[in-house]
């Protein structure tokens, strides 16, 4: 059974920084291609970020620069690291395996609980 459970999000100024964490279980971590997606308000699921199971990372434009995905395979986890934050960061994040998207429009995957990002002063 895929489980993914996102912690470390909170409330921060403007400017300010985050980093979040995905535990991963019940699946092959090492190998397998992950990505972050998030969901502001009233929104669909966007594309934030994926790695794969070589150390290869893709980023949107909107957080290119600022947030940074990682990974450590020893302890099955999933990182997110955003730096610069903006108030238009604000969403629930989600660690996702197997997204299928188009642009940034995720159309498919499996995805956690989520962990609330708010970017507010």
């Known amino acids: 059974q895929v489980q993914l459970v996102e912690s470390g999000g909170g409330l921060v100024q403007p400017g300010g920084s985050l980093r979040l964490s995905c535990a991963a279980s019940?699946?092959?971590?090492?190998?397998?291609?992950m990505s972050w997606v998030r969901q502001a308000p009233g929104k669909g699921l966007e594309w934030v970020s994926d790695?794969?199971?070589?150390?290869?990372?893709y980023y949107a434009d909107s957080v290119k620069g600022r947030f940074t995905i990682s990974r450590d395979n020893a302890k099955n986890t999933l990182y997110l690291q955003m730096n610069s934050l903006k108030p238009e960061d604000t969403a629930v994040y989600y660690c996702?395996?197997?997204?299928?998207?188009?642009?940034?429009?995720?159309?498919?995957?499996?995805w956690g609980q989520g962990t609330q990002v708010t970017v507010s002063s």
């Open positions: 790695i794969n199971g070589g150390g290869s990372t």
């Open positions: 996702a395996k197997d997204v299928v998207r188009a642009g940034l429009r995720v159309l498919r995957g499996y």
């Open positions: 019940g699946f092959t971590f090492s190998s397998s291609y």
